[in-house]
């Protein structure tokens, strides 16, 4: 019964994906994402995370946004974790690169995460408020993430594992028309070892205004590295960017 609930919700993400993925931007962007993970694991609840990231308009040319965040966590129970961050995120007009940013924007965050193990299956489920100051405006925006991650030679992620990828994110907030953007994902990943992982993957982000609308593909490029803390034994862990 539990396996049927998740697979209709991630039914529901691709077919949500498939309608509003008609009006895209017939350019192909690129995403750079660097990740450091401080996880909890047997005997540490507290971690964190720094994230270094950047965005082209076309295939790895006009790179126009860039940002840097982090955040504290704290694992209040077996799979349950929760999370404080803030991060600085600037815009260029990809047309005009050498002008000033055209976007400034101080950001926080809460954030809780669930993760599900079934068996070869690993299921994550985000929810995340954040505040923002755009340009200084400031503005509220909510967030959801189901996030699918199966490992394709091992049982779970580890060492020297291929693992496959897939997750959808809705973004609201508290004025009309409410809802903002969709996010949809699809990957292919490898473990190196117990701390580096590298994922290659298609990303379509839909943004939804009163003004404009439309979306956008996406290569999407994540190298994530994981510090284990000595004579601890780390939790199993799904391997997924922390934007």
Known sequence: MLKNAWLAVLIVCFITHSEIANAQNNKTGTWGIGTIVLPGDSTHNWGGYIELQTRSNEFFNQFYYYETKGGVSYDIAKNYTALIGTGRY?????????????????????????????????????????????????????????????????????????????????FLNNKAPHFERNRFSAGLGYQFDKSLSVQAAYLDQYNYSLASQGGKNNLAITVMYRINRKNTRPKEHIPTAND
């Open 90 to 170: 600037i815009t260029y007009d990809y047309n005009d690169l050498d002008a000033p940013a055209t976007v400034k924007e101080f950001r926080m965050w809460e954030q809780l995460t669930i993760n599900n193990f079934l068996n070869r299956v690993k299921i994550e489920h985000r929810y995340r408020a954040e505040q923002r100051w755009l340009n200084g405006i400031y503005r509220n925006r909510f967030r959801y993430r189901i996030n699918l991650v199966v490992p394709l030679n091992h049982k779970k992620v580890e060492a020297k594992t291929w693992f496959f990828s897939v997750f959808d994110e809705i």
